[in-house]
Nanobody, 126 residues
């Protein structure tokens, strides 16, 4: 059974940085994507970033390009989201998730992700 366990998050001032981590265990597939989604109060979930195994291709929503970086360790055990130059609009609960056998057209589709982390709060406020 696949498990995704998140860590990181918290409160930061605008312009600050935070790092989120997602540890993936129990996967029997070597072809999957790990994505990050977020949900702000009163809003729908939205795609943030994803990284695809095995080729390591990365994908970002436009509003985080150049500020957020998604990466993984060599064994693909942990996928991290480094968030720099944070803005109040980045405030949300962040979730990591896994999609098996992804293609480019499904990377941003929340419905295609079948396993989810527990969520972690990120608050950007002065």
């Amino acid at each position: 059974q696949v498990q995704l366990v998140q860590s990181g998050g918290g409160l930061v001032q605008p312009g600050g940085s935070l790092k989120l981590s997602c540890t993936v265990s129990g996967s029997t597939s070597n072809s999957y994507a790990v994505g990050w989604f977020r949900q702000a109060p009163g809003k729908e979930h939205e795609f943030v970033a994803a990284i695809r195994r095995p080729n390591g291709a990365t994908f970002y929503r436009d509003s985080v390009k150049g500020r957020f970086t998604i990466s993984r360790d060599n064994a693909w055990n942990t996928v991290s989201l480094q968030m720099n130059r944070l803005e109040p609009e980045d405030t949300a609960v962040y979730y990591c998730a896994r999609q098996v056998n992804p293609i480019v057209s499904t990377i941003r589709d929340r419905a295609r992700y079948d396993s989810w982390g527990q969520g972690t709060q990120v608050v950007v406020s002065s």
